[in-house]
DNA sequence: GTGGTCTAGACCACG
DNA sequence: GTGGTCTAGACCACC
């Protein structure tokens, strides 16, 4: 069984799928740093995906720092250094306003968005059943 | 000159920029309800790129139902009928989710979020110089 | 003919190749920006390797924002954004180390070091033959 | 304790640290001619890594007359032979190339990368505290 | 036409 | 055993 939970859907690219469930799983603390990463080959079994898919996954998250690639041995989970205040509100920035954006487009009054976004961030830390 | 401001970046696709701007137009009021909106070749040569491109766009602005095309007299900006509450989280939620994790991912701590949130909100109303 | 030269050498992996190749040419002025990168298929084809391999040197090279991918229609060299002194400085510092340690177990004197330092900047503004 | 530093990074081979951190203690003259380089066994131990690891760095090492093996005896550092000036000058070449390229894509200006350089060298010397 | 994704399967470097 | 590279060839999105 994968450390981290995905569906794979039709539509957009599967490696981005794969980032995207790995990141929310480091995001929710379903995987802490330090933990093993399954291998390219195990993931790929078990998504009955190319190997070669999930390496691209496995390459992108690693540039992203979330990953650590140990040669010869398997990942892990990487160990976050802590970054400047400006740098994390200019990688949020973007999805803030797409947000924001969408909400108003979509009739919403702020209060109404704010609200979700709480309703979210605890559903985030809830356990899974 | 165009009704919605448009910086054609490179990277994503132009048609999904487009679509993206007319959107931010809508939210910020720039553009409202009955507002004639452009041909599909003022557009193209506006911005220099393919008229199919623009099409691309219109089509999927229609889609959303941002806009209504009337067939022989041109395009307007479309009256949103109201939805149900639910709808429309359920339109947003996703991109509130990503925020989250994203956030999270870059070690932000949920009040700094949440100020961002508030101060990119304000920021939207401000009127352009 | 491609705007950067390149012999392929076996040892290191040939996407690699090609990006260090870009990268000077860039740097020596051959290609500056603005100006039309080749297909990833016209390359494969000029250097007898595989489009997929090319696709991975092309895929680093914007990600280091040496080149901008515009979708459908190529790709192009970019401009390049300032960056700050210590930025700079950073990304040349383990050069700059791994340099100064080589030539000193080459018995080098610094003396000669600077003056072959010196030597090929100057060689790397001659014109071609 | 092991007479040169090392702290073991994850993304690159482990004996290519291994042989880089050698590299740079004799460079240093933290280890000289006739020094005693120690076993194997001691190595691996110390860094927590299999002894096959290291003893492929050691083989790099002898093959590149860094370290001479004694069978029975041990290891020791070399006594390096004089060699020619141009064979020094072409050891280090390649490495003053791509620092030159790399620091004009940075768009680091000569005298900085020269100061850079200047820095770097004094602080190799520096005694360690 | 362009670049981007995915699959299949081979081979190598690392530990 | 691990991950990384390369090839071959198919299909799709974009313009």
Redesign the interface.
Known sequence: MLPFPLKLQPGDPIYLQIV?AV??A???GLMGPGDRFPAVRTIAQELGVNPNTVQKAVTELT?LG?I????GQGC?V?V?V??R?E???A???P??????????????A?E???D??QR??TK?DEPRH
Do not use: F, W
Not at 68 to 71: A, I, K, L, N, R
């Open positions: 995207q990141k929310s480091v995001a929710t540039a979330l650590e690639v140990h040669p892990y990487a976050r802590p970054v205040r740098a994390k509100a990688a949020v920035r999805l803030v306003r797409r947000l924001l954006i969408e909400s108003r487009n979509q009739g919403m702020h109404d968005l704010l979700l976004l979210e961030h985030l």
